[in-house]
């Protein structure tokens, strides 16, 4: 018996539980948003173990331990028990960087089902450089096989853009010959940091061609060993992606200090009003808060959505996306050619894509500080 929603609402599958905003790492495309939240203001491990219990309670199956780098917390052990006693599968969404081998197996020993570990590129130098910290690559690569040696299911999930595109076939190969189960391969979504560097990130319509045929080669080539995701990036696309699987229906996202939200980039939508876990509890969360309630359903839809037979599957693709282009949340996602800001959306690639000499912006270095067992990481200058 579940506090799941009497009105027809289902329950959520799963909780995004970010548990720090700080990180070793500086990726150009990070989604986290721009004013990232402190230390001072991060939930303590108690109250993520009474939100993991009403999160259950609320009929969600999932719990995505996230951050920034969420080994940065001293207390993640206790907090992976806490989401595992509650009776959640627990996932460890991890840059990789600083989960040493000993807190790896206590974070198994705690009950951590699975690890997702991001790949940044197949050639260390270039690896490093996008994450913005020297020596990041063979970690990486050191804690996936770790994973792997534990017997524990590896997911890897691989962030396409300019800088790496042209090897996203071996970047899968690599990810196989490491061991993983899954691999997701995600191509830039333009929020938070990732907007600050599209010009940098964005890749030409010929090069994203060219990748999408050399991942139809290798999902063949492995068919029935693997799981392969990928979806065309929203830029190029002619359908907006089903962002969230609709807005307030399917997850919950906790930020570091409890504001709860119905996806990762909500907050750059001026006016929506998000609870926090610490007033309220999690099912009323879900159920009644403004920021959940502000575009679920179908009576918020302009046209061409109102009318539109996808409505019920692309729920009119991404609200923050369709904030960033067209300067309305409400509006229909420019990535559909329905959109009266599809061309904008599509000028505005092609432009960045031929931009040259792009430097990245690294997300504020002062939010590189690191309390894990880690030594303390040397920036790529
Ligand atoms: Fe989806 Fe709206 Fe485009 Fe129809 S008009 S395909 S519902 S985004
Ligand atoms: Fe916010 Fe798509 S990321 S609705």
Same mark, same amino acid.
């Given at each position: 018996m579940t506090d799941a929603a009497p009105n027809g609402l289902p329950a959520p599958l799963g909780i995004l539980a970010e548990?720090?905003?700080? +990180?070793p790492l500086a990726c @150009?495309? +990070?989604?986290? @948003?721009?004013e990232l939240e402190g230390r001072q203001a991060e939930l303590d491990a108690v109250t993520w173990a009474r939100v993991f219990r009403e999160a259950a309670a609320l009929g969600v199956l999932q719990a995505h331990l996230s951050g920034g780098e969420p080994a940065s917390r001293r207390d993640i052990v206790e907090i992976t028990a806490a989401a595992r006693g509650a009776g959640l599968y627990t996932n460890l969404i991890t840059s990789? /960087? *600083? /989960?040493p081998g000993a807190l790896l197996q206590r974070l198994r020993d705690a009950g951590l089902d699975h690890v997702q570990v991001s790949i940044q590129d197949v050639e260390p130098e270039s690896a490093d450089r996008i994450a913005g910290y020297r020596g990041a690559f063979a970690r990486k690569q050191e804690l996936a096989r770790q994973v792997v040696a534990l017997g524990m299911p590896l997911t890897v999930n691989v962030v396409v853009h300019r800088a790496n595109i042209a090897r996203i076939r071996e970047m899968v190969e690599s990810a196989i010959a490491l061991g993983a189960g899954r691999v997701e391969i995600a191509h830039v979504q333009y929020y938070g940091w990732a907007l600050r560097n599209r010009a940098a990130l964005m890749p030409t319509r010929e090069q994203v061609r060219t990748a999408m045929a050399a991942l139809d080669e290798v999902r063949a080539a492995h068919e029935g060993r693997i799981t392969i995701d990928a979806v065309v990036p929203d830029y190029y696309a002619r359908r907006p992606k089903p962002c969230m699987g609709g807005w307030g229906m399917r997850s919950l996202n906790v930020t570091p200090s409890g504001k709860v939200l119905p996806c990762h980039a909500a907050e750059t939508i001026p006016g929506l009003e998000f609870w926090r876990v610490t007033d309220h509890a999690l099912a009323d969360i879900w159920r009644s808060s403004p920021a959940f309630q502000a575009f679920r359903g179908e009576a918020w839809m302009p046209e061409p959505c109102r009318s539109c037979e996808r409505r019920a599957i692309d729920? *009119? *693709? +991404?609200r923050c996306q369709a904030l960033a282009i067209a300067g309305d949340a409400a509006a229909t996602d420019p990535a559909c050619e329905l959109s009266p800001f599809h061309a904008r959306m599509r000028a505005l690639a092609e432009e960045d894509a031929v931009a040259e000499d792009v430097p990245y912006a690294y997300r *504020?270095?002062?939010? /590189?500080?690191f309390e894990a067992e880690a030594p303390i990481p040397i920036p790529v200058p």
């Open positions: 548990l720090t905003h700080r +990180c @150009p495309y +990070c989604s986290n @948003p721009l990789g /960087v *600083g /989960v729920f *009119g *693709g +991404c *504020g270095r002062e939010a /590189v500080r």
